[in-house]
C-alpha cells in the first residue's frame, strides 16, 4: 500500500498535483512494465508542459481487482475512486492490458469520470500497434486525451482532444495553447489544500458548507458542463414510462380537470417538491449515494456527491423544460373546445401554459419510477462515464 500523501508538501511556490497510477500486478507481467513507462514518461512531459506545478506520480498495486471479465470500467471506477479518496490523490488512473466491457461505443480504450476523478485506460488495443515506440507514443497520447477530459476540456479537432477509433499513431499529440491554459485555470483551483486539512470540524454539516463555499462555482460549472441537459437520452425505460404517462394523461379527462382545480401558483410549489423528490427517489432508489464513500469526510468524496446529485437536479429539470415545450406544442394541436369541456372551463380560455407545467410535472413524477426500471449499473455508467473512447 502507498504511504497517504501528504498535499501540503510543496516545492517552493509550486503546488503539488498528484496522480496516482492504480494496477493489478497479477494481470501479468506487462502491465507493471508499462506503468513505468507511463509513469517516466508522463511525468517528464507534465513538468515541462506545466512547470508551475510540482508533479508527483506514484504506482500503486492492488491484489483485490474485480476479476471479471472483459473489464468493465464502471466497476473499476468505483474501485479506483475509493482508493484515490482514500489516498489522497488528485486523480487516478486504472491502468489495465486486458479489454474494456462497452456499453456505448462498439470497442473502447478508455473511460474517464470528471465526475470520480478517476479514469480507466486499456492498453490492450495499444499493444496491437506496430512497433515499440508507437506503442509508447500512443499510450501517451491515450493518456493525455483522458487527462484533458478529467482536467474539463471537451473534444476538440486540432489536438490530442480530437476522439479516435484507433490510438496508434507515430506522432506525438498535444493540447493547444487555449486548452494549457484552461488545464492551469482548473489545476489552480484543484492544487489548493483540501477542506480537512485546514479544518478539522467533525460536523457533516458544516464539512459540506465549507465545501459548498470553498468550491462553489467549481462545483456549478462541472454540473452545467457535466452534460446533465441531455444525460437521460440513453436511458431508454425512463423515457418509455414518461412517454406512456404523458399519453395517457393527455387522454384522460380526469387530468384536465385536475389541472384546472389546482391553482398556478400551488402547481410551482408542487412541481419543486415533485423535482426534488424525482431527485432523491433516483439517488436512493439506484445506490448512487453509495459512490464516493469515504471512513472519514474528505473533500473529494463530497465533492462526487454533490456533483451527482446536482446533475441528477439539473437534469430533472432539463427533461422537465423539455416535457413543458413538448407538452405546449401537443395542447396546441389539440381541439381546444374538447379540452375545455374535459376541464370544466366552457366558454372560457384554456391557459395552455398551466396545462402544458401540469403534464410536464405528472411526467417527472412518472420518470422517476422509469428510472427505478433501469438496471443500476447502465443509470450509474450514463451519470459516471464522461465519454467512451
Given at each position: 500500500m502507498a504511504p497517504l500523501v501528504?498535499?501540503?508538501?510543496?516545492?517552493?511556490?509550486?503546488?503539488?498535483?498528484?496522480?496516482?497510477?492504480?494496477?493489478?500486478?497479477?494481470?501479468?507481467?506487462?502491465?507493471?512494465?508499462?506503468?513505468?513507462?507511463?509513469?517516466?514518461?508522463?511525468?517528464?512531459?507534465?513538468?515541462?508542459?506545466?512547470?508551475?506545478?510540482?508533479?508527483?506520480?506514484?504506482?500503486?498495486?492492488?491484489?483485490?481487482?474485480?476479476?471479471?471479465?472483459?473489464?468493465?470500467?464502471?466497476?473499476?471506477?468505483?474501485?479506483?475512486?475509493?482508493?484515490?479518496?482514500?489516498?489522497?490523490?488528485?486523480?487516478?488512473l486504472v491502468l489495465t492490458s486486458l479489454p474494456l466491457k462497452a456499453r456505448f461505443s462498439q470497442g473502447i480504450n478508455a473511460v474517464p469520470s470528471s465526475m470520480l476523478e478517476t479514469a480507466i485506460i486499456s492498453l490492450s488495443k495499444i499493444f496491437e500497434c506496430d512497433k515499440e515506440g508507437i506503442k509508447k507514443i500512443s499510450a501517451i497520447?491515450?493518456?493525455?486525451?483522458?487527462?484533458?477530459?478529467?482536467?474539463?476540456?471537451?473534444?476538440?479537432?486540432?489536438?490530442?482532444?480530437?476522439?479516435?477509433?484507433?490510438?496508434?499513431?507515430?506522432?506525438?499529440?498535444?493540447?493547444?495553447?487555449?486548452?494549457?491554459?484552461?488545464?492551469?485555470?482548473?489545476?489552480?483551483?484543484?492544487?489548493?489544500?483540501?477542506?480537512?486539512?485546514?479544518?478539522?470540524?467533525?460536523?457533516?454539516?458544516?464539512?459540506?458548507?465549507?465545501?459548498?463555499?470553498?468550491?462553489?462555482p467549481s462545483l456549478l460549472r462541472d454540473i452545467i458542463f457535466f452534460r446533465s441537459w441531455r444525460m437521460f437520452l440513453n436511458l431508454g425505460r425512463f423515457t418509455?414510462?414518461?412517454?406512456?404517462?404523458?399519453?395517457?394523461?393527455?387522454?384522460?379527462?380526469?387530468?384536465?380537470?385536475?389541472?384546472?382545480?389546482?391553482?398556478?401558483?400551488?402547481?410551482?410549489?408542487i412541481l419543486l417538491?415533485?423535482?426534488?423528490?424525482?431527485?432523491?427517489?433516483?439517488?436512493?432508489?439506484?445506490?448512487?449515494?453509495?459512490?464516493?464513500?469515504s471512513d472519514k469526510m474528505k473533500e473529494q468524496a463530497v465533492r462526487s456527491r454533490i456533483i451527482l446529485i446536482g446533475t441528477l437536479f439539473v437534469g430533472m429539470v432539463s427533461f422537465w423544460l423539455n416535457l413543458l415545450f413538448i407538452s405546449f406544442i401537443i395542447i396546441n394541436f389539440l381541439p381546444e373546445k374538447v379540452i375545455s369541456g374535459w376541464a370544466g372551463l366552457g366558454n372560457s380560455d384554456l391557459p395552455v401554459f398551466h396545462f402544458s407545467k401540469l403534464m410536464a410535472t405528472f411526467g417527472i413524477l412518472a420518470s422517476s419510477v422509469g428510472g427505478n426500471l433501469e438496471e443500476e449499473q447502465d443509470i450509474k455508467a450514463v451519470l459516471i462515464y464522461t465519454e467512451e473512447t
Open positions: 501528504d498535499r501540503k508538501k510543496e516545492s517552493k511556490n509550486n503546488f503539488l498535483v498528484n496522480i496516482g497510477i492504480l494496477i493489478d500486478p497479477l494481470e501479468n507481467s506487462q502491465i507493471k512494465e508499462w506503468a513505468f513507462i507511463v509513469k517516466d514518461s508522463l511525468q517528464k512531459e507534465l513538468s515541462g508542459l506545466f512547470p508551475q506545478f510540482t508533479w508527483e506520480l506514484s504506482i500503486l498495486e492492488r491484489h483485490d481487482f474485480p476479476k471479471a471479465l472483459p473489464k468493465d470500467p464502471l466497476t473499476l471506477l468505483e474501485f479506483g475512486s475509493d482508493i484515490k479518496i482514500e489516498n489522497n490523490y488528485d486523480f487516478l497520447n491515450l493518456i493525455k486525451h483522458v487527462l484533458g477530459h478529467l482536467w474539463g476540456l471537451d473534444h476538440n479537432e486540432s489536438s490530442v482532444m480530437k476522439p479516435r477509433k484507433s490510438w496508434c499513431n507515430e506522432q506525438t499529440l498535444d493540447w493547444n495553447s487555449e486548452e494549457k491554459n484552461q488545464i492551469e485555470d482548473f489545476l489552480n483551483d484543484v492544487a489548493d489544500p483540501r477542506v480537512e486539512e485546514t479544518d478539522s470540524t467533525k460536523s457533516t454539516f458544516l464539512f459540506y458548507l465549507r465545501v459548498l463555499i470553498k468550491e462553489g418509455a414510462a414518461t412517454a406512456v404517462s404523458i399519453i395517457f394523461l393527455f387522454l384522460s379527462a380526469e387530468a384536465w380537470e385536475m389541472g384546472a382545480a389546482i391553482q398556478s401558483r400551488w402547481l410551482d410549489y417538491l415533485v423535482i426534488i423528490a424525482s431527485t432523491l427517489s433516483l439517488y436512493f432508489g439506484q445506490n448512487l449515494h453509495g459512490i464516493g464513500q
